[in-house]
């Protein structure tokens, strides 16, 4: 199993305060992605990064802001939390791109039920 | 743009028999890739199989098989006698291979075998 934590692993907030999840791994793996679930949408990206200090939206990044200044660790953070951002969240990571430009598979985290009420 | 399909939202079968889960994709990639992922009741997302474009060769694991189309942009996934423990959320999801690594998931198949 790939070495991915999710940190916390459940968290009720209200409305309007700032939430931070952390992802956590031991892979040395370049490439993190944060995605949310939701009933009916599957995952959808939420952002990614490539790198230490390198990052890029996903679909649904609105309202969400991300960091990476360790290869092992890739936060996501809600500057002020809402009631439809209530989700699972899920990190995933995956290896470097490799030699033939393929993309690599990714392997996700236990996941992160946030609640906003 | 790129979208994957699955059309069945829940299945339910009894132990033993056979079940196939639809995954449809669309894409304007020459290369791209697929995948399959399993998440059972504990919540985990647990990699089935990753497959390339450029292999149509069906694919057995097990009692697990999967059967590539590209004629018909199908990544079907059959489980063969299934199980009890193979009820879970399957997900189908996509991957063009030109310089990105996003990844465009279906809205996923709920498995239930009932004993």
């Known amino acids: 199993d790939a070495g991915i934590t999710q940190s916390p692993r459940h968290k009720v907030t209200e409305t309007g305060t700032p939430v931070t999840l952390r992802c956590h791994q031991t892979?040395?793996?370049?490439?993190m992605y944060w995605y949310r679930q939701d009933p009916g949408h599957g995952l959808r990206l939420i952002h990614y990064?490539?790198?230490?200090?390198?990052?890029d939206k996903g679909e649904v990044s609105d309202g969400y802001s991300v960091s990476r200044s360790k290869t092992e660790d890739f936060l996501l953070t809600l500057e002020s939390a809402t009631s439809s951002q209530t989700s699972v969240y899920f990190c995933?990571?995956?290896?470097?791109?490799?030699?033939?430009?393929?993309?690599?598979?990714?392997?996700f985290g236990p996941g992160t039920r946030l609640t906003v009420l | 743009a790129q979208k994957v399909t699955q059309a069945q939202t829940e299945i339910s079968v009894v132990e033993k028999e056979d079940v196939t889960l639809d995954c449809v994709y669309e894409t304007r990639d020459t290369t791209y890739y697929l995948f399959w992922y399993k998440q059972p009741p504990s919540g985990e997302l647990v990699f089935l199989i990753r497959?390339?474009?450029?292999?149509?060769q069906n694919e057995i694991s097990g009692r697990y098989s999967w059967n590539f189309q590209k004629s018909t942009s199908s990544f079907n996934f059959t489980i063969t006698a299934s199980q009890v423990v193979d009820s879970a959320v399957y997900f189908c999801?996509?991957?063009?291979?030109?310089?990105?690594?996003?990844?465009?998931f279906g809205t996923g198949t709920r498995l239930k075998v009932l004993a």
């Open positions: 990064s490539y790198g230490v200090k390198d990052t």
């Open positions: 999801a996509l991957s063009g291979g030109s310089g990105t690594y996003k990844y465009i």
């Open positions: 892979e040395n793996h370049r490439y």
């Open positions: 497959r390339n474009s450029f292999d149509e």
């Open positions: 995933a990571i995956s290896e470097s791109r490799g030699s033939s430009g393929n993309t690599d598979t990714q392997y």
